[in-house]
């Protein structure tokens, strides 16, 4: 099994142009809040609300992708537990101001041009996004981006 180091090595690998790096600092976040915005617009049916925070799809999802972090790193996995409830919260404001279709909407829309702006980088980059070798890169991505937030807070992961 790889460690979370060789994840992040190995997604390092074609993340290298400092354009590239940008526009990942830029778009991972936003894919991952795109994809969490279009779970919350799938309820789960006879779930109440739970606190501040509505039960749907993204709230299961997310339980996973927690779980799935945790088994690579206890401390990457708070951090993207932390943003992952950020999104929470942000698509339900959304939610509660306008129409679950404005979320999906926007969700998608972003969605798209957070990856067209991806393939740009890679484009800029020279070499293939690093999913295509294997789609756990997806997952790490996000944590990629967190372990640069971590080292800049001297934090260890």
């Not at 969490?36 to 006879?46: E, K, M, T």
């Not at 739970?50 to 206890?74: D, K």
């Not at 101001?97 to 020279?126: D, M």
């Amino acid at each position: 099994m790889k460690t979370i180091q060789n994840w992040l090595d190995d997604y390092a690998v074609s993340h290298q142009n400092p354009t590239n790096k940008l526009v990942h600092f830029v778009c991972v976040p936003v894919i991952f809040f795109t994809v969490v915005a279009l779970f919350y617009s799938i309820p789960v049916p006879g779930v109440p609300r739970i606190g501040l925070i509505e039960v749907n799809v993204a709230t299961v999802a997310l339980l996973l992708v927690t779980l799935y972090y945790l088994r690579l790193s206890f401390t990457l996995a708070i951090g993207m537990f932390l943003f992952s409830l950020l999104c929470l919260i942000i698509s339900d404001n959304i939610m509660l101001h306008s129409s679950k279709g404005n979320l999906a909407l926007t969700a998608v829309v972003l969605f798209i041009l957070a990856w067209i702006a991806q393939f740009w980088g890679h484009k800029v980059e020279g070499k293939k996004p690093s999913f295509i070798k294997d789609l756990q890169f997806l997952m790490i991505g996000p944590a990629w981006i967190m372990s640069f937030i971590y080292k800049k807070m001297g934090i260890s992961y």
